[in-house]
């Protein structure tokens, strides 16, 4: 409950910031009830248990989320991967993925590894984000346009189906589908409308004009799913068999992923929004709890929403009220009005997602980092892109962030100089500290940066430069931040061999983190205690007085 109680000791809950909150959370309970609707129905599930979702998620993530703003609940980056779910193992497999899903979320932020996801590159990010946009975008061709189902397994086959299906379309279901597009995106333009969301209007236009003129044709909640149940879901626990727990095991660890990166996402953006400082940690463990609670009442997966909690922020949203408040809306709406709901439009509800598509490929960012950004990235947010939508989202996140790690170990191996440094430089440096110069018979290495596996090639290329033995070989450890097993074998291996050339091996300069290491590989005791040195001027001294 960390952010109930950073909102208390802000003083947050007093009663000057209750109607603020009060306000914002209606508008986003308002703003949350087609999106949890449309989400559900593209994700496989009924439209009611994409409510159940918002209601619960949203409540259990402002109470025990670590942002005081957050507003959780289905999201459109989940469709993709909760339809693939539903289609293989169905609606009760999809609510044991996602009580699986809580777990693992909930273990990751007990384990504090909520920082670790932030570490996931941009343009694997931005990629798969695009690859989701253009997957929904194209998914709601068929409630759009009143066309057929399109057959077909991957996405390049559903989308040729649907090309050729075009000339089919249904006039009243697309015309109902544009105007609910154009009310979605033009309402916030309306200089008095501005706090009226888009979706909404939307919504009660496209049902009006269904209820008023009953278009021959056009799909439904009613006749698609028979309505919506009016009042509150039971609890009820799916009892899975061991054999769908482990089949469900990869889809479970695929929406705790997802869920954690997009919850963390939205946390950051709403930090810069509203000046607060969220608890990555915490903001897990709720999405956690949440995820183990929506399924037991007919729910599915949850995380955080941008787009909603946005909207919280730029309605007065400032503390937990405002997401329980947009809770309590929602259950109201539920049970006063689900009747109602029969004559919603399956169109409008796709013309609502096209915007919601739209938003999450961040078109303009894409292009701009298509652009701008240096050529390896850009080849990584291309491959992540095109992976998630003509292949498996999983794959794609992997293989970017494989690739993202083989990009960044390169550009780390390639900034870590070993130099050979001549007579003039190093005698420079010892007359400052006033040393004598450099003995004829020594030669000085200098490794600068991390003395890890990328970087060994370049130590070992640069011995092997020295076509001359040394009678002693000093070798400077003053910028090495760090090393490892890899960079502590090599060396090993390297003081081995000149060893037996009859080189005498001389380390100087290693930082407490790199000398415990050392030390701990037997390096120091291998080239002898005599011969390893805090500093540079003190192992120049030492062959001094050996006369070398």
Do not use: C
């Not at 990869?250 to 997009?262: D, H, K, S």
């Not at 007359?431 to 030669?443: A, C, F, M, Q, Y």
């Amino acid at each position: 409950m960390i952010a109930l109680r950073e909102a208390y000791n802000a003083g947050l809950l007093g009663r000057q910031h209750w109607l603020n909150n009060l306000v914002a959370g209606l508008v986003v309970g308002i703003v949350a009830l087609p999106l949890a609707m449309a989400f559900a129905i593209a994700s496989g599930a009924k439209p009611e248990q994409g409510i159940y979702t918002a209601i619960i998620a949203g409540f259990i993530v402002s109470v025990f989320g670590g942002s005081k703003v957050q507003i959780a609940g289905p999201t459109g980056a989940f469709i993709v991967v909760l339809s693939g779910i539903t289609a293989q193992y169905g609606i009760v497999g999809l609510q044991i993925a996602t009580f699986m899903a809580g777990l693992i979320l909930l273990a990751l932020g007990l384990t504090k590894m909520g920082g670790i996801i932030k570490f996931i590159p941009a343009p694997v990010i931005v990629g798969f984000t695009a690859g989701i946009g253009v997957i929904i975008w194209v998914g709601q061709w068929r409630d759009f346009f009143g066309l057929p189902e399109a057959g077909g397994e991957y996405f390049h086959e559903k989308l040729l189906h649907l090309i050729y299906a075009l000339p089919q379309f249904h006039l009243p279901t697309t015309l109902l589908a544009f105007a609910s597009l154009g009310l979605v995106i033009f309402t916030p333009r309306i200089p008095r409308m501005k706090r009226v969301p888009g979706p909404l209007v939307a919504l009660v236009f496209a049902t009006v004009a269904q209820s008023v003129f009953h278009f021959d044709g056009v799909r439904t909640i009613g006749s698609a799913f028979g309505g919506i149940p009016q009042g509150l879901p039971m609890l009820h626990f799916p009892v899975p068999e061991w054999s769908q727990i482990i089949e469900l095991i990869g889809p479970a660890f695929t929406i705790a992923m997802l869920g954690a990166i997009e919850s963390l996402l939205s946390a950051v953006v709403a930090d810069g929004m509203a000046g607060t400082h969220h608890d990555s940690n915490q903001e897990l463990v709720g999405q956690g709890i949440a995820n183990l609670f929506t399924p037991l009442f007919g729910g599915f997966a949850a995380t955080g929403a941008i787009a909603r909690t946005a909207t919280n922020i730029r309605n007065g949203g400032n503390s937990p009220i405002a997401g329980t408040v947009h809770s309590i809306t929602l259950v109201v709406i539920l049970v006063a009005l689900a009747p109602l709901a029969e004559n919603i439009p399956l169109a409008a509800l796709a013309a609502i997602l096209f915007v919601v598509a739209w938003n999450m490929s961040e078109a303009r960012h894409f292009v701009k980092m298509v652009a701008r950004a240096p050529r390896a990235d850009v080849a990584i947010l291309l491959i992540t892109f095109a992976l998630t939508v003509f292949a498996d989202l999983v794959i794609a996140v992997n293989i970017g962030v494989i690739l993202a790690t083989f990009h960044f170990l390169r550009r780390m191996a390639s900034s870590v100089e070993v130099s050979q440094a001549t007579s003039a430089e190093i005698n420079r440096e010892l007359s400052r500290v006033g040393e004598k110069n450099i003995p004829d018979s020594t030669l000085v290495f200098t490794v600068e940066g991390p003395f890890f596996f990328g970087a060994v090639e370049n130590f070992e290329r640069a011995l092997a430069n020295t076509h001359t033995d040394p009678e002693f070989l000093i070798i400077r450890l003053k910028w090495v931040p760090f090393i490892d097993v890899t960079g502590l074998q090599t060396l090993e291996e390297v003081i081995q061999a000149l060893h037996k050339r009859e080189v005498t091996v001389l380390l100087s300069g290693a930082n407490s983190r790199v000398d415990g290491k050392l030390r701990k590989a037997g390096i120091v005791a291998l080239i002898g205690e005599e011969h390893y040195f805090p500093t540079f001027d003190q192992s120049v001294k030492y062959i001094a007085e050996l006369g070398g």
